[in-house]
């Protein structure tokens, strides 16, 4: 192709030669400055990739957390409603008590580790597995004591002097 046959036709756009300098345009920009920041082209794509996985790795860090943390409490609930379950029944001895809380414990879906019965207070030790875990097989543990209290205390009783320690 000449250069003539890619020149407009001054037909149609009323030019007499098709060159941009006949209708006052200006030639395209050189493309100056352009290998200088050839070599940053798409960083920011990699950057904004780094990123997103950064922030995937962080919620998934939170996440697991999350879980580890609300496995732990049912753990431990599950050892305090036992522990109180076998407390109600250790008059009828540790087998029973130790039953009751195995029961309990079952439902809850959690292991009892060990019973323990001392006089009327028993002492339960529960463990259950985590239910997602990024290093391999994870347990929680927890332990919970249930029993008559030490002292009995009565709350409405009136203070003396004594008891506070002191003569007025």
Same mark, same amino acid.
């Given at each position: 192709m000449s250069a003539d046959s890619v020149r407009c036709r001054p037909s149609v756009f009323g030019l007499r030669s098709g060159r941009h300098d006949d209708i006052g345009l200006d030639p395209p920009a050189s493309h100056e400055g352009l290998e200088?920041? @050839?070599g940053s082209a798409g960083i920011a794509t990699v950057f904004a990739c780094s990123s997103l996985v950064a922030l995937i790795a962080v919620t998934l860090l939170i996440?697991?957390?999350?879980v580890t943390v609300v496995a732990r409490h049912h753990a431990q609930a599950a050892a305090d409603l036992a522990a109180l379950a076998a407390a109600a029944v250790v008059v009828d001895g540790t087998e029973a008590a130790c039953a009751e809380a195995e029961d309990l414990a079952e439902r809850?879906?959690?292991r009892i580790q060990s019973?323990?019965?001392t006089g009327w207070d028993v002492t339960i030790s529960t463990e259950r597995n985590l239910p997602i875990s990024l290093y391999g097989d994870r347990v929680v543990r927890a332990v @919970?004591? @249930?029993g008559p209290a030490d002292e009995c205390v009565n709350p409405c009783a009136p203070i003396s002097s004594s008891d506070v320690g002191g003569d007025r």
């Open positions: 200088s920041s @050839a996440s697991h957390v999350g809850m879906q959690v019973c323990t019965v @919970a004591r @249930a």
